[in-house]
């Protein structure tokens, strides 16, 4: 018996070393599932799921959404206005500026959310939505006093502001619209 007797043996010996070796990585995987699995009742529940907006809420919702978007232009161009006059590419005359134009956005935001009618589910979260609002606007008021004497300490004083009205608009939004960016 020379070596083309020896090569189908070795062939054969090889396969079935794979085969087995698969079997035994199948086996440990399935004794492994078999002694980790927990019975239903000791794994964690899901959260029931969220019930939909009644037609009033979701118009409320709809209402809200174009002044949402521009509230968080604005809370955008307070943001990038105070970075960029930190980083120097603004001075303080253009900071004024640009927070200026945030509180406008703040002010017409206001007038249009107290224009609102919201249900009663949703009075909570309306006064949320006011109090962000506010908040943005009195920080955007506080960071333009940086333009009229180019003191550091009003960017300070505007950033809880700014962050609390973040917050906010987060928790308003996990309502109204489950998963939308909300800045800062």
Known sequence: ???????????????????????????????????????????????????????????????????????????????FGGLNYKLGEIDARELRARTEAARDIYRQAETRIRALSPPASFQAVHAEYVEAVDLYRRAAAEMARTGDDGRDEHLLAAFPLSQEAGRKLLRVGNVLWPGEYVPN
Do not use: C, D, S
């Open 1 to 79: 018996m020379t070596g083309a007797a020896r090569r189908p043996t070795v062939k054969l010996a090889l396969t079935g070393a794979v085969v087995l070796g698969l079997l035994g990585i199948l086996v440990f995987a399935a004794v492994r599932e078999w002694t980790t699995a927990r019975p239903a009742a000791a794994r964690p529940a899901l959260a029931p799921p969220r019930p939909a907006l009644t037609a009033a809420e979701e118009a409320y919702a709809l209402a809200l959404w174009p002044i949402h978007n521009q509230v968080k232009a604005g809370a955008l161009r307070m943001t």
